[in-house]
């Protein structure tokens, strides 16, 4: 984060003697980036960090990519991902490139050591669930809907709360900077003197939880950090407890931000995407679509013109709304709309919503710069039938019932529909069924998916 936090002991200056009770120094860290000028934060701890009797490689990282030459919009439904591993083995990449990698994890079983990612910034997005992250900069509560922010380096374990009687197991998103790069807020939002959030910006420092007690756990015994590095994730073993911070101040620590607490910007005509904006790194964005009043222009069109992102691929996560505006889009879903050829508004849609005064859609989108590329894991969940779906009198519905719900398990399946195999969902019916939702008191909604 770029605004100066502290937390715990610290002694009055910088680099000077600051001794535990039994009267031996605490150890000083120094945790910077971008070569000690980027943010930083100075760490006090118990034991020296230093100080490891053991290490081994475990297991890769490296994420395989399929389907690199094919060109085409994407929609992979994720909610069928049944859970599996723990907060950190239990993540599915879908979609990555040398930026950014977009994994979804169902945890199934608490982490039983800490983890530390020393390659990239992670941004989850918590879609069910909630607990605690302790971290070494100290206890992240979370609930759903939360954006949490690890900064490269931070050692940390997920503790999920026990799941409630007819609550949704545990999901997240998760969005990491593979090149490297600091997931922050974007700059325009903040002042250029003092780095305080802008009153342009939709959201500010109140909306941000930063890291609270408990913060210091003096043990000793056997405990293992995992870390990720070199794309291996590699077991060191410590002989006194990794989250030993008696106190730390600086710029670079992790924090929570509720999705609900994004103030969106809305105008009379309709807004674009960076509007909606929440983070980004280099070469990605991240933006938060959340329920909002529509365009107000006596003749506006609500929902977004077709566009060419010339520049960008575009992910969307679905959280909730009104998912039948989109046809065939669940809780859970992504899309891919790819540089290269437009996407926009499905056929009627334009028309249909018309009138429309407010949306309940929530959606978390990340856009890249470079083209984003399909693991095995997203050929496995998507719906071939979605490319196809702007043609006129094309329902989902249909496409199921005729084409066995296609769910492709090889490449080759994939790629004869990319190359225009007149396939059940194309045969169309007369006339365009459209959806729409909405209270009476709050008039017509509409979802306005970018
Ligand atoms: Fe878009």
Redo the contacts with the bound molecule.
């Keep these: 984060m770029p605004y100066y936090t502290k937390l715990g002991k610290l002694p009055s200056k910088r680099h000077i003697q600051f001794r535990r009770p039994d009267g031996k120094l605490y150890a000083e860290e120094v945790f910077g980036t971008e070569g000690f000028v980027g943010p930083t934060s100075t760490l006090y701890h118990i034991n020296p960090p230093t100080q490891v009797i053991g290490w081994k490689a475990l297991y890769s990282t490296k994420v395989e990519y399929v389907e690199r030459d094919t060109m085409r919009m994407r929609h992979v439904k994720s909610a069928p991902l049944p859970p599996k591993g723990d907060a950190v083995t239990g993540r599915v990449v879908l979609f990555g490139n040398s930026d950014v990698e977009i994994s979804v994890c169902a945890p199934a079983e608490p982490m039983k050591y800490h983890f530390k990612n020393a390659m990239a910034d992670e941004c989850f997005f918590i879609h069910f669930g909630s607990g605690t992250v302790f971290t070494m900069f100290g206890a992240l509560k979370f609930g759903p809907k939360d954006y949490i922010v690890i900064p490269k380096g931070t050692i940390y374990r997920f503790e999920f709360d026990k799941t409630k009687a007819g609550e949704p197991q545990p999901r997240m998103l998760l969005m990491e900077s593979v090149n490297g790069s600091h997931i922050l807020p974007p700059p325009r939002y903040l002042s250029k003197k003092t780095a305080q959030f802008l009153e342009h910006a939709p959201y500010c420092e109140r909306d941000l939880r930063l890291p609270e007690m408990p913060m210091t756990f003096d043990k000793k015994g056997s405990f293992e950090v995992r870390i990720k590095s070199r794309d291996l994730v590699h077991s060191y073993q410590y002989s006194y407890h990794p989250l030993d911070v008696v106190g730390w101040d600086g710029c670079y620590y992790p924090y929570c931000f509720n999705i609900d607490d994004f103030s969106p910007i809305v105008g009379k005509h309709h807004m674009p995407?960076p509007t909606h904006q929440t983070f980004e790194a280099h070469n990605f964005v991240i933006c938060s679509f959340c329920p909002r009043p529509l365009d107000f222009h006596p003749q506006a069109i609500v929902v977004?013109y077709n566009?060419s992102?010339l520049d960008s691929d575009?992910v969307l996560y679905y959280v909730e709304g009104n998912y039948k505006a989109r046809k065939g889009i669940e809780v859970g879903s992504l899309s891919l709309?790819p540089q290269g050829i437009p996407?926009g508004p499905h056929p009627g849609t334009p028309e249909a919503t018309i009138g429309a005064t407010h949306t309940n859609e929530l959606a978390v989108m990340c856009d890249t710069f470079a083209p984003l590329y399909p693991t095995q894991a997203a050929l496995d969940l998507d719906d071939l039938h979605y490319p196809r779906s702007w043609e006129h009198g094309w329902e989902p519905d249909e496409a199921a019932a005729t084409a066995g719900d296609a769910k492709p398990k090889t490449t080759a399946k994939s790629t004869a529909a990319v190359k225009g195999k007149k396939s059940a969902a194309t045969k169309s019916k007369a006339g365009t069924k459209t959806t729409r939702s909405g209270s009476a008191s709050r008039g017509k909604a509409a979802d306005t998916w970018?």
């Design positions: 995407p977004p566009h992102n575009e709309h996407h970018s």
